[in-house]
């Protein structure tokens, strides 16, 4: 029998919380249960700073929960980006605050039974060898050792890849249910609007002096413009029995290529990838490619996925925009949630106490929004809003595209995705779809 969940919802059991009934006051408000917040909460429990975590449905029941759960300060091949967009400096914050992640993952789950396992990284290109030897000499001027391997346990050739050693990977609701059963967490409790200061839930108010966004696409368009400055991407994931070990990571550094990880005795193949919204290869081109290099093998488990994207590749962590004191956002992890999710942790741990970090200005929400993308960005939201059909996102009511793999619509726009009969799956739009 295959499971339509993903393999760690189906192999963990994470805590449950009461919701919130009344009004209280805290330092620190976290709005959103995933990853990214629930390490936020964690950092400020051990600083002793007093804060309160809300999520409108059960924590990890977003994005979380169907990642592939590679902790890595290799994403794709970010660091020729970073160079050509920012330079050689900013490249090297992003490799050390990655690193500190890392290695605050590896401190972590020493006392955590989350199956962590150190593993080498490879990022392959299937054709173009100049780009894994550019990305090699960038790592080597910002002070990474790495090591050029052609030779890949993989059912094709390669052109070459980038191999870091000493990354890892884990069972991300494992590590979540070990850190999160002390929390100050409320569930089930929706934050239904903001005031400065002030959060407006069902049956009560929070009066926080410092409050943070974590809602994966942030969820509130007055400021950031982060309508503009980010798009949603798809990808999909198949679990197989009796596939091979392949003792590593492996990630295309193309953006619809294939991914490649073990979970135990389960080989997890992801790729298919589109923009939601879009059509794409989604589980059929994983199970054609099954079938064909992995005959023997047997899917147990598929599952898909959805990645806030910025222009630059690079996330958004700090203050959520020019016009916000007390307002901070994690968002646009680029596909690369867990370890982005400890960076932006360790640096809104700092910010929200108003201290200085010293990666607060590569990750600076506010920062130019002038790049390529963003006339992409631009075209598919004024297309698809002037686009006249009966289905529309409360969003911002562009017209909605159906999905028919997964049986949803989905908003090519922002990423918004609501079921068949118009419950809302994922944000940013907040509320369901209305009926015509």
Known sequence: MICVNSIWTETSELPGFSSLEGDISTDVLIIGGGMAGILCAYMLSKARVKYALVEAH?????????????????????YSK?????????????????????????????????????????????????????EIRVLEKIGLRTDFEKDLPLPFQVAGSVKIKNQAQFNPLKFISAISRNLNIYENTKVMSLAKNTAVIPNGTIKAKKIIIATHFPIINKHGNYFLKMYQHRS????????????????????????????????????????????????????????????????????????????????????????????????????WGMTSSMVAALVLLDLVQEKENPYESLFLPSRSILRPQLAVNTFETITNFLCFTGKRCPHLGCSLKWNSAEKSWDCPCHGSRFTEDGQLIDNPATDDMKSN
């Open 82 to 134: 970073i160079l050509n967009e920012f330079g050689l400096e900013k490249g090297s914050l992003y490799l050390k605050a990655n690193i500190g992640a890392l290695n605050k993952y590896t401190e972590l789950c020493k006392k955590i039974k989350c199956d962590f396992e150190i593993k080498d990284s490879f990022v392959y290109s299937l054709s173009d060898r100049q780009k894994i030897e550019n």
């Open 236 to 335: 999909y994931v198949i679990g197989l029995e009796k596939g091979p070990q392949l003792n590593g990571m492996y990630v295309d550094e193309n953006e619809k290529g294939m991914s490649f990880r073990n979970y135990k005795d389960m080989l997890l193949l992801g790729g298919g990838d589109h923009r939601t919204g879009k059509k794409g290869g989604n589980w059929a081109e994983l199970r054609s490619f099954a079938k064909k290099y992995y005959p023997d093998a047997k899917e147990k488990f598929f599952w898909a996925t959805q990645d806030c994207m910025t222009l630059d590749s690079v996330p958004y962590i700090g203050r959520y925009s020019k016009n916000t004191q007390d307002l901070y956002v994690a968002t646009g992890f680029n596909k």
């Open 58 to 78: 059960r924590i990890c029941s977003g994005i979380t929960k169907n990642t592939t759960a590679k902790i890595t300060v290799q994403h794709g091949l970010i």
